[in-house]
């Protein structure tokens, strides 16, 4: 463990308080922030790295003779399993068929691999499976092949469970993360905050009630609508998962070298989440969604791509909510509803309930 | 230390003797302890709460009161606004740089 | 959501803005205390808009900032225990102690849980009779009556396996203790709605006459401070010195008796260290004897825990309003959020968090990011 006092300010004054550094895994690491990026480019990367890894997308994009097959896999470790909305099945399902759908591939098969715990009731285990099976039919998209390993009690919650899913590339439809060009607008599909929210309502320690609802959902068709409307031209699709809308723009403004200006007027916080906000302190753009997707295409074209969503149920509140900028790259920046503006950075690990 | 958001009190009730209501903040409800504003509060009124207590009462008048207030003050700037646009736009520079 | 939507009324904001412009013939120093409104002032970008008229040094109102690192230490000791459930506020687990932070002890296998509420300890010892459940109580005196009726509560249901962890300190003893430095800049202090909404504001009334210094008990969201902030330059402009309240929807003069009550059968004023500052005499609650068998200090044995801190390092500056976070030479570059060098730069109030996060692309040279 890293023991060394602070480094050396200028002038030869000493920080008594020393650098934090990490000799194992912390929570953190998984929250979707600085710490999960540093934990894959120092990591994961120098041991495993290639160059499809590299690119970090959602999903990778393979050549198979003359086919672009776009693979994802995602592990979902949720707690609690059940959730108003949602369970971890339905959220398996369509974790990995978002992943697929936002490099522009259509989803085809998927697999499933559960680590169930010893204990695990089959009324849970049942109603997990009936999600992942409703999910699944109304994609289209059956899961084809599986794996299922139990373990001791107490070393899983409940049940993890994994998903890969492989999709067909449409050609000249190639969204991707460091697509975004300056005078992009940034369109969102659907009110934000809301699986996080959710999901934090049904754990027993913060004691709060909340009538929101996991927005979990299968994003493919609302693609399907832009890639209609717009084709090739929409340069970057992201579903902001965890770390939530904000840390999804950092990501995207690093990989494409932009800067992205949001205007927090326009951002579609429900009111219910916008209130469990307020309560712990939490800010609703870092707040996990797990059935919106953010769209970045050529300014000329926003209102087409807003009208596009909107034309499905699951778009019916689509809007654009800022646009991306040659200035300050790498960085995203929000106009306040006051006329002012700050920095909506990347956060270190997880955001934690505040009381000040 | 004081993140301390308003919310409306839609119920009460006791927990071994200390006094407790439901709270809305506008779609999350929450137990709160009323014991430092129980003799002032009923169902209806709206509280401060910080770290799950009621911390006082809003004084609803008042807030109006000033709020109104304010919001004339803001209407009568509006005008002056415009009038100061339509000077500094002559002479170039922006109304609120003026020391 | 009602009384919070209406004071981020934009028209509103920009009217007062411009008011204060036009009010203001020079450029005031004003120092907001708390850090719930530091938070508000940078998130807002509000020291921006009132450049020129004002500057907006940040006070030491961040508990977590101020926590003494020993405290810290105590708590990572407790917390390493395994039989103790060590319970905190979301905004602690990340400060720093002397050898790593709760978050960290966890990590290694400590039990440590986050709760919104001091009575959720306490009923998390009800609910684990065969563990000792430990709350770490910091805070400024808004948070006092809460942690005061979760240990009255604590004896009066006979919960024996309940104790708390207490570093809170009060904010009229930290202003004198400003005020009275002989580098001084403050000319006017917004103070902070919510201690006012617990103890009145008759502390600050000697404090403003003394010192001349008008005082101005402001809420939290941005139409609060703004309308905090004008009221304390015409003050300045007309020469006065007064106490005056903003925050009137929920702050009286005698501010809450009840809480007061409770405040002062539980606890009682002690020294307090300030990290960053020092000690600070008469500035904190501490345990009565009469409850000490809930304080933590004495029932774990932890008074041979004890820390020094370097009266080298720049967090004490920031914290007073010396500095501008800036202005620290480690700022962004080798003190940043996710290896912060203090606690201002940890704690997402502390002024260095708030400018790192939402204003450093103003006022920092380029990052490379």
Redesign the interface.
Known sequence: ?A?ER??A???G??????????D?????HGSGG??SA?LLRDRFLPALGNPVLQELGDAAVVGIGPAEVAISTDTFVVSPLEFPGGNIGSLAVHGTLNDLAMMGARPLYLSAGFVLEEGLSFEVLDRILAAMGKAAAEAGVPVVTGDTKVVERGKADGVFINTTGIGMRRAGFTPGPSRARPSDAVVVSGMIGRHGIAIM?ARE????????QSDSANLYPMVERLRGALGGTVHVLRDPTRGGVASALNEIA?ASGVGVELDE?ALPV???????C????LDPLYVANEGILLAFVPAPFADEAVDALRMHPLGRDARQIGRVTGE????V?MR????????V?M???DQ????? | MCLGIPGKIIERHEDAGMPMGTVDFGGVTRDVCLAYVTDEVSIGDYVIVHVGFAISKVDEEEARRTFEALQEMSQLDELEWMKDVAQKSLSGMPPERRA | MKYLAEYRNAAVAKALVHRIRQSATRTWTLMEVCGGQTHTIVRQGLNDMLEGAIEMIHGPGCPVCVTPLEQIDRAVHLAGRDDIIFTSFGDMLRVPGSDCDLLQVRARGGEVRVVYSPLDALELARKNPDKQVVFFAVGFETTAPANAMAVWRARELGVTNFSVLVSHVTVPPAMVALLESPDNRVQAFLAAGHVCTVMGWTEYEPIAAKYRVPIIVTGFEPVDILEGTLMAVQQLEEGRHEVENQYVRSVRREGNRPAQELVSKVFTLVNRKWRGIGEIPMSGFGLTEEFAAFDAERKFGLEDIRAEESPECRAGDVLVGRIKPMECPAFGTRCNPEHPLGAPMVSSEGACAAYYNFARFRSAPPLEV
């Open positions: 463990m023991e602070g480094p300010l200028a002038g004054l000493v920080c008594p308080v020393p650098t934090t550094q990490y194992r895994v912390q929570l953190g600085k710490m540093a309502s320690n913060l004691g709060f009630e909340v009538q929101v690093a007027g429900p009111g219910p989440v916008a209130a469990a307020e309560m712990l302190g300050h790259p790498g960085m920046v306040t509803a006051i006329g002012g503006t700050r920095v950075d956060l270190p690990g934690l309930p505040r009381i000040c």
